[in-house]
C-alpha cells in the first residue's frame, strides 16, 4: 500500500524553482532518505510532504485519498520549542493538537521520552537543553501521536556520533510501525537503514534507486587494491576493466572478464608491490552519490 | 475545543512563567493610580518644590472625583496604550521568527484557533488588569476627593474596555503582516495614533467612530448619561475589531511561510 504518494511536485518562489516535477512513493514500512547538495530542495518537499506549504503544482496523497495530517509526524531541521516548558508539558500540548486523549498522552509521553534518552532530563526546563537534547525532543514529539508517516528533516546533522547512532537506532526500530521519509548528509547512515534512496540536484529528482535492487544489480564484483608502494596503472589497465578510483595507492575497480582475482595478486607480488590491503567490494552510496551528483 | 484549550492553556502558563501576569497588572496599576495620588498631593509638592518667592500662596481648585477618574483615563489613554502594544508585540512574531510556529502547524491546528487563544488569552490579561487599576483608582478617589456613583464608574469602564480590545487586535493584526517586533510597535502605535488623531482631523464624521470613546468615557463620569452618539462609536468600533480579526486569519492563512 502507498502511505504517501507525490506526483509532480512543484514549488516556485516567484522566478526561483524550488522543486520541480517531483514524483515519490512511500509504501508501509518503507523507509527512504532524501540526499542532496545544501539548496536542492529537500526541506521544501519535506515542508510541502508535511501540509507546511501548498505545493503550485502536483498532488501529494496517501492510499489515493488526500494526506491528513494526524498521519504525519514532522521533525524540521532546526526543532525549537518554548524555552519556559517542561518537555512533558511540550509532549502534552503536541498530544493534545494531534487529538490524543489525556490519558493515552500520559503513557505515550513517558514511552517516548524513555525511546529517545530523556527520562532524566524531565525535571529541566527545555530551554536548559543542549542542541542535542533538542534534537531527540524534537523526534519524540514527532512521533508522539504514533504517525504512520515519519517525515524527518536532517535528524542527525546537529548530533555528536553516539547521538547520531542512538537516533539510527531509534529509526531502525520505528521501521517496523510507520514508514520513514527523511533527507540527510550522512550517506552511512542512509545505506544502513533505507530500503531507498532519492537524490536530488536544484529542485529535481536526479536518481531514485531501490539499494538492495542495486547492489544485487553489480555484475561483476569489484576489488580493492591497497599498496605501500605507488602503482603503475598501465600495468593494471591489462586487467581491470574500468578503475573507478585511481590514487597512487589505492585503486577500485571491475576486473576484465577472464582475469581473476588470484591474477591481480600475482600480478603484484611480480611487481614486488607490498599490498596492504586486497579485498572484493560493493559499489557504495558514497560513490553513487559522487557519480550522480557530478554527472 | 480542546485545541483551543490546550493552546490557550498554554499562554497564560507562558504569561505566568514569563512574570507578564505580574509586571502588565502592576505597571497598568501604578499608571492609574499615579494621576488620583498626583493630584492630591500636588498642592504640597508645589510648596516643597521652593522655586517660589516666600509668601506666594497657591489656591488650587479642588476637582471634583469625577473630574480625577476621566484624567485618570486619558493617563491611560496615552501611556496605557503604548504599555498594551509593547505588551502584545511579540506574541505572534517570535513564534513566528524562531520556527516554534511551524511545529506547531505541522500538526491539525487551524488558524483560527491559533489566533483566537492568543487573542483571548490577551483581551483577558489586560482587561483584568484595567478592572483591578481602574476599580484601584475609583476607591483612592472617593476617599481622596468626591464620591462618584458606581453606575458612571461601570458605564466609563465598559466604554473604555473598547478602546483597549481595539488596541490589542491592532497589534495582533500588525504582528501577522510584518516580522520584526519593533516594526510591530511603530506601525501599531502609528495606527492607534492615527485613529485617535481623526477626532480633531475629521470632528464631524469621528463622532461615530472609535477616535470618541476616551470623550464618551470621560463625559459619562461627568454626567453621568451618554450622548446620541455612544450607539454608533460602539458599533463601529465592534465592527472594525471584528474586521481586523476576520483580515488577520486570512492574512496568517495566506503568507505565514514559517
Not at chain 1, 129 to 139: A, C, D, E, N
Not at chain 2, 30 to 48: A, C, G, N
Not at chain 2, 60 to 66: D, F, Q, T, Y
Not at chain 2, 198 to 221: F, G, H, K, M, R
Request: glycine share 6%.
Amino acid at each position: 500500500m502507498t502511505i504517501l504518494e507525490a506526483r509532480g511536485l512543484t514549488k516556485r518562489y516567484g522566478k526561483h524553482i524550488a522543486v520541480k516535477n517531483l514524483n515519490l512513493q512511500l509504501k508501509e514500512n518503507e523507509c527512504i532518505a532524501l540526499l542532496g547538495p545544501n539548496g536542492a530542495g529537500k526541506t521544501t518537499t519535506l515542508h510541502m510532504l508535511a501540509g507546511l506549504i501548498t505545493p503550485t503544482d502536483g498532488v501529494i496523497m496517501s492510499d489515493n485519498k488526500v494526506l491528513n495530517k494526524d498521519k504525519i509526524g514532522f521533525l524540521p531541521q532546526y526543532p525549537t520549542f518554548f524555552d519556559w516548558m517542561y518537555p512533558k508539558e511540550y509532549l502534552m500540548l503536541a498530544g493534545t493538537l494531534s487529538g490524543m486523549t489525556k490519558r493515552t498522552i500520559k503513557e505515550r509521553s513517558l514511552r517516548v521520552l524513555e525511546m529517545t534518552g530523556l527520562l532524566e532530563a524531565q525535571k529541566k526546563k527545555i530551554g536548559g537543553f543542549s542542541g542535542g537534547m533538542k534534537q531527540r525532543l524534537g523526534l519524540a514529539q514527532a512521533i508522539m501521536h504514533e504517525p504512520k508517516i515519519l517525515l524527518l528533516d536532517e535528524p542527525v546533522s546537529a548530533l555528536d556520533p553516539a547521538g547520531r547512532i542512538d537516533v539510527m537506532n531509534i529509526l531502525e526500530d520505528l521501521k517496523k510501525d510507520m514508514a520513514i521519509l527523511f533527507s540527510t548528509h550522512v550517506l552511512h547512515d542512509a545505506e544502513q537503514i533505507c530500503d531507498k534512496a532519492l537524490i536530488m540536484k536544484s529542485g529535481q529528482s536526479i536518481s531514485y534507486e531501490n539499494m538492495k535492487e542495486w547492489k544485487g544489480n553489480r555484475l561483476r564484483e569489484r576489488y580493492r587494491l591497497e599498496t605501500s608502494d605507488p602503482l603503475r596503472i598501465e600495468g593494471l589497465q591489462e586487467l581491470y576493466e574500468e578503475i573507478d578510483i585511481k590514487e597512487t595507492r589505492k585503486i577500485i575497480g571491475t576486473l576484465r572478464h577472464n582475469v581473476t582475482p588470484n591474477m591481480l595478486l600475482h600480478h603484484c607480488i611480480q611487481q614486488n608491490i607490498g599490498v596492504q590491503y586486497f579485498g572484493a567490494e560493493e559499489k557504495n552510496l558514497e560513490e553513487h552519490y559522487i557519480e550522480v551528483i557530478e554527472g | 475545543m480542546k485545541r483551543f484549550n490546550a493552546l490557550f492553556h498554554k499562554e497564560w502558563v507562558e504569561a505566568w512563567r514569563e512574570k507578564k501576569l505580574v509586571w502588565l497588572p502592576a505597571v497598568i496599576l501604578l499608571v492609574t493610580l499615579l494621576q488620583p495620588i498626583s493630584l492630591y498631593f500636588m498642592p504640597t509638592i508645589l510648596e516643597s518644590s521652593s522655586s517660589l518667592p516666600p509668601g506666594a500662596v497657591i489656591e488650587l481648585p479642588i476637582p471634583s472625583g469625577a473630574e480625577v477618574l476621566a484624567g485618570t483615563l486619558s493617563q491611560l489613554h496615552t501611556i496605557g496604550t503604548a504599555i498594551i502594544v509593547l505588551a502584545c508585540m511579540n506574541v505572534i512574531v517570535q513564534e513566528r521568527n524562531n520556527g516554534s510556529l511551524m511545529q506547531l502547524f505541522s500538526r491539525p491546528v487551524n488558524t483560527v484557533t491559533y489566533i483566537f487563544s492568543k487573542w483571548t488569552m490577551l483581551v483577558l490579561l489586560h482587561l483584568g488588569a484595567f478592572t483591578i487599576s481602574y476599580g484601584a483608582a475609583w476607591y483612592y478617589t472617593n476617599i481622596l476627593f468626591s464620591d462618584v456613583s458606581f453606575t458612571s464608574v461601570w458605564k466609563s469602564f465598559v466604554i473604555y474596555c473598547l478602546w483597549i480590545v481595539l488596541v490589542i487586535t491592532v497589534t495582533l493584526f500588525v504582528s501577522t503582516f510584518l516580522r520584526r517586533t519593533g516594526g510591530v510597535a511603530g506601525i501599531s502605535i502609528l495606527i492607534v495614533a492615527s485613529i485617535a488623531i481623526l477626532s480633531t482631523v475629521i470632528p464631524d464624521i469621528a463622532i461615530y467612530l472609535p477616535s470618541n470613546i476616551l470623550y464618551l468615557a470621560t463625559e459619562v463620569l461627568n454626567t453621568e448619561k451618554g450622548t446620541m452618539h455612544m450607539g454608533a462609536v460602539l458599533a463601529t468600533t465592534i465592527a472594525f475589531i471584528a474586521l481586523l480579526l476576520f483580515t488577520m486569519v486570512k492574512q496568517f492563512e495566506k503568507s505565514v511561510k514559517f
